[in-house]
């Protein structure tokens, strides 16, 4: 059906893994299917409600296994296409959604991204119109603050990225200290599966440090570049790294500096990213 692209965009917003929302999508038809279609005003609002409501049920199972998670936690890299992006959530962003609960981040999304009104939004997560207008309220406060106030050009981004690419392979000191804020973070998500930074990285010296001390090891061993692409909406790039595991970086930028690395390395979270490139 012509909304399944919107349905599996709102349900991978609210969980951030391709494959759980793909699952949530499907649940939903096969109920929207053994449901009496006379009786359905309208199909899209069902099935988008029905999404909303699986995808609230997962979240809470999903909390305690993410408190339970080893290493940083990082969304599912999404591989952006001109058909797919429809919306201006990024992957820094949705890593502030993450911290919200989960009705907030619902009556965000539904209202500020994906464009539906407040009585929706309440037949959607089965609250009052009221309470979900000051969910989203609280939810875009947090959001607003993340949002970067200068939006990289596409070209910026791509030239930055091939550029970081490049110093983080060879441990080029004065090419990272240009290209590093000063407050950046690294977060690398291994999920106990693949060698990772355990906590995030802060700050552009120790960032430096350990890149260079990477490059310096001596079983070292360059990825190679497979694709420079958007990732979320933040320039980025797939990598095939030693003993053929798949790797995504992406990388926030703001005022010309690189503000957030994202390095996504467990092979669970990589299982659909080939195919998109």
């Known amino acids: 059906m012509r909304i399944r692209p919107r349905l599996v965009r709102i349900a991978y ?21 053994r449901t009496d279609h006379d009786a359905i005003e309208s199909h899209d609002a069902f099935l988008v409600r029905m999404v909303t409501r699986l995808c609230l049920d997962v979240l ?3 909390r305690v296994q993410r408190e339970e998670y080893i290493g940083s936690w990082l969304p599912e890299p ?10 201006d ?8 959604l993450e911290r919200l609960s989960p009705l907030e981040r619902a009556a965000f999304l539904l209202y500020d991204v994906f464009g539906l009104d407040f009585e929706e939004v309440a037949r959607a997560v089965e609250r009052d119109a009221s309470t979900c207008r000051k969910l989203a309220s609280r ?14 050009p596409p070209e910026l981004g791509k030239k930055m990225a091939a550029a970081f690419f490049a110093a983080s392979r060879e441990g080029n000191l004065q090419v990272l200290e240009t290209l590093l804020a ?3 973070t690294l977060y690398s998500d291994g999920g106990g599966k693949r060698v990772a930074t355990i906590k995030p990285v802060y700050g552009s010296q120790k960032v430096i440090r350990f890149f260079i001390g990477l490059s310096q090891k001596p079983d070292y061993v360059a990825g190679r570049l497979l694709a420079e692409c958007l990732i979320d909406g933040l320039p980025g790039y797939v990598t095939l790294e030693r003993d053929d595991i798949v790797q995504t ?9 690189i503000t957030g690395i994202y390095v996504v390395r467990n092979p669970d979270k990589l299982k659909h990213v080939l195919s998109f490139i």
């Open 13 to 33: 917003r609210m969980l951030g893994s391709v494959a759980e929302a793909e699952d949530v999508v499907q649940d939903a038809y096969l109920r929207w299917h």
């Open 60 to 62: 809470k199972s999903a």
């Open 78 to 87: 999404f591989i952006d296409t001109e058909e797919s992006r429809s919306d």
């Open 89 to 96: 959530i990024t992957l820094s962003l949705m890593m502030v």
């Open 139 to 152: 939810a875009r406060e947090h959001v607003q603050q993340a949002r970067p106030r200068y939006p990289v």
């Open 182 to 184: 000063a407050d950046v």
């Open 249 to 257: 970086t992406a990388l926030s930028i703001e005022a010309d500096k």
